[in-house]
């Protein structure tokens, strides 16, 4: 069981910690040849199904790269697929959906979710993984635009072309898609939370795709109600997206504790545009394949601009890369924590 005095915790709350935390978005996964083993004998959401496959899954990069926080291994779309809707975990590609959602009558397909019921796999997940942490484990879920990308799409997308045709074609249909998708989310993030779950990332992968004026109007709403309906739950809510740069400010204000930087913005312009808040990132995943020296160059870059202001979490910019190597990602973590030891 995590306690608050975890310094990954302080650090969301924007207070001094011993160290800067580290984790690594999609730290468990293909990167690791145990979970690869695990994946020949069973398929991505035999895993998600058993909680005791879940629990082994999160927690092994937390033994193997000694990060300061687990994320549960599970997917954007198993609240999805927990209410019935027909997807499939396509490998080398990504989650691709049987009947993509086209019109007002798909709506119906997306019923409310009935966590005990729905998600009672990943509640036991949960409550085992609580149990045998030593560090705060992270809920998450998919925010609404990046899960209606897959659901419009059908899948993986470049242009998100369908998805943009939907949301200024149809307004009313894409709101009424998106505060489905916002329940859906928050009702899969209290249950995480009511289970044990320390704090909460919201990811909206792809939202970079759009122009601020539509995020703003289509899509802002539908995050924030996500966001705000945690705030009685009094657990750090992280916000999280790729390409963001012109994006951190309503980002900022959209209910979040912290904000994910991509590498794409450096991380004290990404902090001025995020406000009072904590900030999470950013080094560019593709710096893990070069030599040592400049993986930790690099990340010194990091924690120089921030030289020890409290409130931040170090983390790459987006998820390890498949091929990225265990063994550098341990020594960045080291690497951290020695760097910034108080
Ligand atoms: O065959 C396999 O083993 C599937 C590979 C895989 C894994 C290990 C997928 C398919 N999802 C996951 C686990 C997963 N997905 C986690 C585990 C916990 C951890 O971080 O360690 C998490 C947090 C996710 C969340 C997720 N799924 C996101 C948001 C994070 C991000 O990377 O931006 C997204 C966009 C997805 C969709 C998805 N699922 C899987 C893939 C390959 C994709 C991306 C497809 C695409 O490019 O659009």
Known sequence: MADAQAPFLRACRREAAPHTPVWFMRQA??????????????SFFDLVRSPELTAEVTLQPVQRLGVDAAILFSDIVTPLQAI????EMRSGVGPVFAHPFRTAADLDRLRPLEPDTDLAHVIEAVRILVKELDVPLIGFAGAPFTMASYLVEGGPSRDWARTKALMLGDPELWRALL??????????LR????????????????????????YAESVMPASAKVLRGLADLGVPRIHFGVSTGELLGMMGKAGADVVGVDWRTPILDGWARV????????????????????VAREADRILDAIDGRPGHIFNLGHGVPADADPDVLARLVDHVHRRTQT
């Open 275 to 294: 406000g009072p808040l904590a900030v999470q990132g950013n080094l560019d995943p593709a710096i893990l394949g070069a030599p040592w020296e400049v």
């Open 84 to 87: 019935g809707i027909d997807v």
């Open 191 to 214: 249950a995480q939370v009511g289970a044990g779950a320390a704090a909460v990332q919201l990811f909206d992968s792809w939202v970079g795709a759009l122009d601020p004026h539509h």
């Open 29 to 42: 996964g293909r990167s690791l040849p145990e979970f690869r083993a695990l994946r020949e004998r069973h």
């Open 179 to 188: 505060d489905r998708l916002a329940s859906l989310s928050l009702a899969s």
